[in-house]
């Protein structure tokens, strides 16, 4: 028998000594794998590599709820670890719902041993499930007229943890899915709706409504826009909230009828409406998104204490919600109604020009604490919810504090949306630092909202961050932005 050995030769031929020579394909191999194998004993690091998922099996289950489920394959070298993750990929699949006559998967397994000795004994039972074992993806059944149960192993994969939950046993194991539909994941839905996402496509918008109302009826609160989501509307009053549907018929508390607590179906989603037993708290939840726009109101009876909303609504649909209710006549941040010190006459205001408040003279006011540095700038920028640049077109001055009517420029930091028009307070009559009407200044707000729900307000602490507006002052607050702690 001849035997392999390295030569010259390119193809296997006879040798003089009538042998078979290696071809040179064959000797590359050979000493591929030599080098390979001696580099491996050596200095085997690291784990070893997964081939590529397989296909999804079929679906568990015939009807309803099931499992599919994929493999994959742990390719190492001798000394090479284990590789990391899972043999075994769960998927849930979801088919037509079973006809309502249907046997559950968890019954026709205990009815599998129907019949059949089990226990070491010659007797048999009839079995149904039992759930009050400590393991529900065992397959724990009990032996009808009697009062024992038995465990006949696992159940089958895709089997309902229990009745009216959502896990699926998997390996003997209660899983959930997670938004990717894979079983044990722990990816979920953001407030957005993007699956692992972070909240990074929408925006939040908060709001008080607080106009007390001027006569017994229905009173406009907001327009929740198509594509909100996460809904959430609050009241503690004797009112009634009410929601219009965009073809204007009412779905809930219309046509001066109160309608029972209860789930609503509007605009693509359901309406969770919530009354309290002594009729002073009223709420609406809905998880959304809305295929189009809703009306929200209040069948007014008592003056209006403040009605608390709230929704996430995709960026690219705040501009146009924004004129939306705008062009109705709403605004998306009442401002507070104020007291305004006693002033003399003014004749009409060119309606062009944005009304600007004379006040009187103000008190002798102590100076201010300096407040430069970049120190207090860091601090301020990322302690704040707000950071902009902002013309004063007004200011007005109350016993205790001070607002102050801006136009806003340029955004550099917000928590919640802005309109162009706002209003800024400050503590005292003599506010620091302070702002001159008709000057430019970049500003950190804070937003405070009273406990009761019935102030939304921009806050400019006592010894704040409000700095005149210029190209330095821009380069210095656009710097401290990296700075700020994630």
Known sequence: MGELRPGEGQQLAPSHTGRLRPSRNLQLLLLLWTLLSSRLESSAQGPGEWTPWGSWTRCSSSCG??????????????????????????????????????????????????????????????????????????????AEGHTFYHSFGR???????????????????????????????????????????????????????????????????????????????????????????GDGRYVLNGNWAVNSPGTYEAAGTRVVYTRDAAGMQETLRATGPTSHDL??????????????????????????????????????????????ESQSPEPPADPATPPLTVTPTPDPCKPCPDTRGRAH?????????FVFRARVLGRRRQAQETSYEVRLLLIYKNRSP?????????????????????????????????????????????????????????SRVRLAARHCPV
């Not at 327009?223 to 219009?244: C, D, F, K, T, Y």
């Not at 009605?307 to 009442?334: D, V």
């Not at 700038?377 to 919810?385: A, I, N, Q, V």
């Open 65 to 142: 709820r099931g499992v599919s489920v994929r493999s994959r394959q742990c390719i190492r070298f001798p000394g090479e670890e284990l590789c990391w993750g899972n043999t075994h990929e769960y998927r849930l699949c979801q088919l037509p719902d079973c006809p309502p006559r249907a046997v559950p998967f968890r019954d026709l397994q205990c009815a599998l041993y129907n019949g059949r000795p089990v226990l070491g004994s010659q007797k048999t039972y009839q079995w149904v499930p039992f759930h009050g074992a400590p393991n529900q993806c065992d397959l724990n059944c009990l």
């Open 155 to 245: 159940v089958l994969d895709g089997t309902p943890c229990s009745p009216g939950v959502e896990g699926l046993c998997v390996a003997g194991r209660c899983l959930s899915a997670g938004c990717d539909g894979l079983l044990g994941s722990d990816a979920r839905e953001d407030r957005c709706g993007h699956c692992g996402g972070t909240n990074d496509s929408c925006l939040f918008v908060q709001r008080v409504f607080r106009d007390p109302g001027a006569f017994t009826g229905y009173w406009n609160v907001t327009l929740i826009p198509e594509g909100a989501r996460h809904l959430q509307v609050i009241h503690r009053s004797r009112n009634h909230l009410a929601l219009v549907a």
């Open 295 to 340: 009306l929200l109101q209040v069948l007014l009876q008592v003056p209006n204490p403040g009605i608390e909303f709230e929704f996430w609504l995709p960026r690219e649909r705040y501009a146009p919600f924004q004129e939306k209710a705008q062009a109705l006549g709403w605004s998306l941040q009442q401002p507070q109604a104020l007291e305004v």
């Open 377 to 385: 700038r860091l601090l301020h920028y990322c302690g704040s919810d």
């Open 418 to 474: 802005l309109r162009t028009l706002e209003y800024v307070w400050a503590p005292g009559r003599c506010p620091c630092p302070p702002l001159a009407p008709h000057r430019e200044y970049l500003v950190a707000a804070l937003r405070l909202v009273s406990p009761d729900g019935t102030q939304d307000r921009l806050l400019l602490p006592h010894s704040g961050y409000a700095r005149p507006w210029s190209p330095a002052e821009d």
